[in-house]
């Protein structure tokens, strides 16, 4: 097969895969809001039409590892420099896995696409891209950081499709998109474009009726993870800004707000539960908890004058707070295997302050689509993040974080009230719009308005059931059409 220059295969490193890379890692890792969100999608957009120019499968598959595997060592740099041990490792095999396992599953719609039309590879691409996010997030061994989805998750005008359509839905249509618009085919060009016209056009669903608002204080002491890590500093900076924040306000807030893991002894959790008592307020904080089998949860405690509640986190982070594949590995190893030292929560993610149902997510879970629709259909009405980014010594983790959580408030259509010990903290409202109260690592304790939607959103077309749907209609449209022998239309 003769290779066209500068194209993936034909032995030179392509400019579009490059510039793919490097904006890539700028959505990643140093753009923020909008910018960050054009960044990623042109990346993707780039990737993608790098693949459909590629000779076979073994191309397709290097075009697509130099965007995703550059992207990643570039934008995630600092993932392996916390400094615990466990999350390093966790991010390293993040950085390495998931450009592997995206890239070889864009070489596979490749095998079978090759020779089907412009518009059946954009649909398969799509749909298997679609399911190796799926495999991700849901898999023996979740893994969801950074994944092409993501680098969408700040473009605001694909909230709208996000919302009504299903999370995956803008990466799959830039796919698509980038596919079609550089066909040889006039009548394909057209056929990108209006999808994208229809993409962008798509509204954000009109926003529930207002049922209340209420006032949230929102504390972040802006420490460093080796001051908060001291017992006494942590709650003297948390219990000193609290009180600060209530004397200066006009009017008590309806709720306060403190970050994961604040408290870490009955000690603490006494302290919190006696300041909420003793000035009549309702106090939500993260808290790590002991079970009398040495385990430990990552918990949320809700503390009042009527009682305290408590839920535990549902997804575990791999390595830092969970052996994958436990079970198996304790098999094969025996009694010496590791145990993982955190258990998982379970049930719905809701605390009841009060007339408002809250639900929680926390920290890496924000990551995870599904746990805010699982809170809004449990009947959450406003999504309380609490999170620790101070483990790095950059601001990017923290921006990603926010950048996710704007996209759950987005297909939820909750408001999103987000706590964290070095930032960002604030809030994101139903449509997207952030609402920042403390920068990053700033000290800092403020009061926010929150409205409290009637009802939620539903998120959406779950992922899977979408991304078999697509590579359905490929595979089909690709049998039916295997009789020509050739591609109806091309790509240059």
């Given at each position: 097969m003769n290779r066209r220059p500068g194209v993936p295969g034909s032995g030179r490193f392509p400019g579009s895969v490059a510039a793919g890379a490097l904006l890539a890692a700028f959505a990643f890792g140093w753009a923020q809001g909008l910018p960050a969100g054009i960044a990623g999608t042109v990346a993707l957009g780039l990737t993608a039409r790098a693949w459909g120019r590629a000779d076979d499968a073994s191309a397709a598959f290097r075009s697509t590892w130099w965007v995703m595997g550059t992207a990643h060592v570039a934008g995630f740099h600092w993932v392996v420099r916390h400094p615990e041990p466990g999350p390093a490792v966790a991010g390293a095999l993040a950085i390495v896995l998931i450009p592997l396992l995206v890239s070889a599953a864009w070489s596979l719609a490749f095998q079978w696409t090759r020779k089907a039309t412009t518009a059946v590879r954009a649909a398969g691409l799509a749909g298997v891209n679609a399911l190796s996010e799926w495999v991700l997030l849901e898999g023996p061994l979740p893994l969801p950081w950074g994944l092409p989805t993501h680098l969408t998750a700040s473009l605001t005008p694909l909230d709208g499709l996000a919302s009504l359509a299903g999370w995956w839905t803008p990466a799959a249509v830039v796919v698509a998109v980038s596919m079609t618009v550089s066909s040889s085919s006039l009548r394909v060009r057209v056929a990108g474009v209006l999808l994208a016209a229809t993409a962008l056009a798509v509204p954000l669903p009109r926003a529930a009726k207002p049922e209340r608002t209420v006032r949230v204080g929102l504390v972040q002491p802006g420490l460093s993870i080796a001051r908060w890590e001291r017992d006494g500093e942590r709650l003297s900076s948390l219990v000193s800004l609290t009180d600060s924040l209530l004397e200066s306000a006009t009017g008590r807030p309806d709720w306060v707000v403190?970050?994961?893991?604040?408290?870490?002894?009955?000690?603490d959790r006494r302290v919190a539960d006696s300041l909420a008592r003793g000035l009549g307020l309702r106090l939500v904080s993260g808290s790590l908890e002991t079970d009398p089998d040495g385990r430990r949860r990552n918990a949320v405690r809700l503390f009042g004058p009527v009682g305290t509640q408590a839920i535990s986190k549902r997804r575990l982070v791999p390595w830092v707070e969970w052996i994958p594949l436990e079970e198996t590995v304790r098999t094969l190893a025996g009694d010496g295997a590791p145990v993982s030292s955190?258990?998982?929560?379970?049930?719905?993610?809701?605390?009841q302050a009060g007339p408002t149902p809250?639900?929680?997510v926390v920290c890496f879970?924000?990551?995870?689509p599904d746990?805010?629709?699982i809170a809004a259909r449990a009947g959450a009405r406003v999504l309380v993040a609490v999170t620790n980014d101070s483990w790095w010594s950059v601001a990017a983790p923290a921006r990603a974080h926010l950048a996710f959580s704007r996209r759950r408030a987005v297909e939820t259509g909750l408001p999103i009230v987000q706590a964290s010990v070095g930032g960002f903290t604030g809030t994101v409202d139903p449509d997207g719009r952030v609402r920042s109260a403390a920068a990053w690592r700033e000290r800092?304790?403020?009061?926010v308005t929150v409205t409290v939607p009637e009802h939620g959103r539903n998120g959406g077309v779950p992922v899977l059931p979408g991304a078999l749907l697509l590579v359905a209609l490929s595979l089909l449209s690709r049998l039916r059409n295997s009789g020509t022998g050739s591609r109806v239309d091309a790509t240059p």
């Open positions: 403190w970050p994961e893991t604040a408290l870490r002894t009955d000690a955190y258990r998982p929560g379970s049930g719905d993610p809701l605390l809250l639900g929680v879970e924000s990551l995870f746990e805010g629709r800092r304790a403020s009061i």
